[in-house]
């Protein structure tokens, strides 16, 4: 199966959201999709779901494409599920019949929806009612519900908001199985780094474009990757040994491009770096997070831990 | 449709305010007899009584003069004829045993026989038009000949089934037929406002994304709810009426169900017996109210305000009013069937000078609307319901 979007324009009235917006997502894929708040993520759920008008462009399963006539709607229905907002969860029911709900419209496997309960570790809750569940288990019941629907075709809208580390963790893994057994999942998520655990890929959205896909099946460049103030950040660039490429994010991290640098260049850059006082450095390809500081400008790497404040208080 | 069937009823039975009307719309019809037998009622007895005097009245009226010759003698023996007559029954109702008086009932003849020989009488009087006070009599005393003939189908049926006289207006029975007319009239309406008002609101407003993207029609969800809903009403409706009807007989005279009802049939009325009348009534309650509550569901998914719903709703059992004062189209316009039980008894059709008023024609016009409604709102379902920018058009290329 395949999903394919092509030159999807959405606009709210004279304001344009998402322009021209094309990929094309294999089954067996996970797709990261980053951007800050209010950058359109989820009107691209919204808009290929057919929740909101869009103004234009085309969707197509396969080499099926789904016009915005109610069957055809009907049609994309069956084979694409938007992740639930925990809010929006229904109060007086208990958890069993959301899950049971999301199989017996979808699925029709009824039948294990006990097995999905188990390997959510929601037993423990899961017969009550939803209105006494903390964010949490909203979250994982909202994402057993997915898991029961059990389409081709899954939209994770802030999947892994208000999840502990464990159970980041436990739905990293379940979406991991899910890509195994052939589905196209889109996850919109702020945890950057999880994302790089079990993404295929990466899509940035800014600017109402599909502005970076970083494909994690492709070779990626190393970097020096580099934690340091700015006045250091500083003592190196007046040495001249950084290349032009060389990435600041924010006010603390430098990445350092190492692959137009010869053996000899990079040890020079390395022995510079460690004169140095208190830097951390580490080599390797960039991940999603710095990418994110780096598309959209974020100085999200403090570096400031309070020891200035710490320094300014007096002796006791 | 069918496997979301059971979790939309599950949305509709455990909300509060569906479980909080059902309960107090049970009570309401549960222990309406019961409230019933509070109010002021006239006996019969004390109609009569009042007959009576109207009778006594008229010889005042009549200058004696006119009662000189043959026809004017004719017409006073007539007359006092009447005022005895009218005395007769007014006594048999007052002793409470059917329709004459055990022991005496060679002197109070009996009330059926009383009653046609009044109704014979008053259909003479019709025929005295060279009477001098021929227009007096017929403006102050004379009911109109469709009424005389109407009372005398009345005793017919009352002689064909071997039933007395009601002398009892908080009979069983009696309270039965009020609150059938009751349950198919605004009460209805009211009952649909209050609990289909918001039937799609709530998923739309609180349970957005839970409630979106199913790949089930709108159509059927809309159906299926409107069903469930009607399910309900009837439901808590006739276990009311069975409740009270239960109770009353504990209190009262048990009446009996084969009572004759009056019923407007081909320009003409006709008596049937109660059980039939109620089980029309209630037919026709049943017919309105689903297509009443698939509006209410339809208005619910446009509007998601349930204040707004109800008022519209509510506004729609006054609306043909207002429609019905207009000179009438035709026998087959709308407004007029809102009014179950006046186009059953033949008050609309009298009302409005149309003999085609018939209940008959109820269904189809029903089924008519129920059509309308499917094709408007295949239309309206094809608007996308957006979380936040109501209802938007489909782009389809």
Request: glycine share 6%.
């Amino acid at each position: 199966m395949t999903l394919t979007v092509k030159d999807m324009t959405v606009a709210y009235g004279e304001r344009t959201v998402l322009e021209k917006i094309s990929f094309t997502i294999e089954n067996g894929t996970i797709i990261g999709l980053v951007a800050p708040n209010g950058t359109g993520k989820t009107t691209l759920f919204n808009a290929i779901m057919r929740f909101i008008p869009i103004k234009s462009g085309e969707i197509k399963i396969d080499e099926t494409v789904y016009s915005a006539s109610e069957s055809d709607v009907l049609a994309l229905h069956e084979k694409i599920t938007f992740f639930p907002n925990q809010a929006d969860l229904y109060d007086n029911f208990s958890g069993t019949e959301h899950i049971k709900m999301y199989a017996k419209v979808w699925s029709g496997r009824e039948q294990e929806v006990e097995q999905i309960i188990d390997r959510l570790q929601m037993r423990d809750y899961v017969d009550r009612v939803v209105g006494t569940y903390s964010l949490g288990m909203r979250q994982r019941l909202c994402f057993a519900m997915m898991v029961a629907a059990n389409t081709p075709i899954m939209f994770m809208d802030e999947v892994m908001n208000g999840l502990d580390p464990e159970n980041v963790s436990l739905v990293s893994d379940i979406l991991i199985d899910l890509r195994k057994s052939g589905k196209i999942i889109i996850v919109a998520s702020h945890l950057l780094d999880n994302l790089d655990e079990y993404a295929d890929k990466v899509f940035f959205l800014k600017d109402r474009i599909l502005y970076r896909v970083n494909d994690h099946h492709q070779p990626k460049p190393d970097y020096f990757r580099i934690v340091c103030t700015q006045a250091q950040a500083g003592t190196l660039e007046a040495a001249d040994l950084l290349p032009k490429e060389t990435i600041h994010l924010g006010n603390s991290v430098l990445c350092i491009p190492i692959e137009g640098l010869n053996e000899a260049q990079q040890m020079a850059l390395y022995q510079h770096i460690r004169k140095l006082e208190d830097v951390e450095i580490k080599i390797g390809p960039l991940g999603t997070s710095e990418y994110y500081s780096h598309i959209y400008g974020l100085e999200i790497h403090s570096f400031d831990r309070g020891q200035a404040a710490h320094a300014e208080q007096p002796d006791k | 449709m069918k496997k979301m069937a059971y979790f939309e009823w599950l949305k509709i039975a455990r909300d509060w305010k569906t479980r909080i009307l059902a309960i107090g719309f049970l009570v309401f019809f549960g222990t309406f007899s019961l409230l019933y037998r509070q109010q002021e009622v006239t006996l019969p007895e004390i109609q009569l009584r009042g007959e009576y005097a109207d009778a006594q009245q008229i010889f005042r009226l009549i200058p004696e003069s006119h009662f000189d010759g043959e026809l004017g003698e004719e017409v006073q023996r007539t007359l006092g004829r009447n005022a005895t007559l009218i005395g007769l029954n007014q006594y048999i109702l007052g002793q409470q045993e059917g329709n004459t008086v055990a022991g005496i009932e060679d002197v109070v003849s009996d009330y059926l026989s009383n009653g046609r020989e009044l109704a014979e009488n008053n259909l003479f009087l019709h025929e005295t038009t060279e009477f001098e006070s021929y227009e007096l009599l017929k403006e102050v005393y004379l009911p109109t000949r469709a009424e005389v003939e109407k009372d005398l189908k009345f005793y017919s049926a009352l002689e064909a089934n071997g039933l007395d006289i009601e002398w009892n207006p908080l009979a069983s029975s009696q309270i039965l037929i009020q609150q059938v007319e009751l349950v198919t009239g605004v009460i209805l309406f009211i009952f649909i406002a209050l609990l289909a008002g918001d039937a799609f609101t709530k998923d739309q407003v609180k349970n957005w994304s839970v409630s979106q993207g199913l790949p089930i029609p709108w159509k059927k969800q809309w159906r299926l709810r409107s069903f469930m809903f009607w399910g309900i009403i009837w439901t808590v409706t006739l276990i009311g009426l069975a409740i009270s009807y239960v109770v009353s007989l504990l209190f009262e005279t048990t009446g009996t169900l084969q009572y004759p009802i009056e019923i407007f049939i081909d320009g003409a009325s006709e008596y049937i017996p109660s059980w039939q009348y109620m089980l029309l009534v209630i037919g026709s309650g049943m017919l309105l109210s689903l297509v009443i509550l698939l509006l209410t569901t339809g208005l619910s998914w446009i509007i998601r305000n349930i204040y707004l719903t109800i008022l519209i709703v509510i506004a729609l059992y006054f609306a043909p009013a207002i429609w019905n004062s207009l000179p009438p189209l035709t026998a087959w316009q709308p407004s007029f069937y809102v009014n179950i039980q006046g186009i059953l008894q033949g008050e609309s059709a009298f009302q409005y000078g149309l003999d085609g008023l018939v209940f008959w024609k109820l269904p189809f016009i029903l089924l008519g609307i129920w059509l309308l409604l499917e094709i408007s709102f295949k239309q309206i379902f094809n608007l996308i319901p957006t979380q936040s920018l109501g209802l938007q058009r489909r782009k389809i290329k």
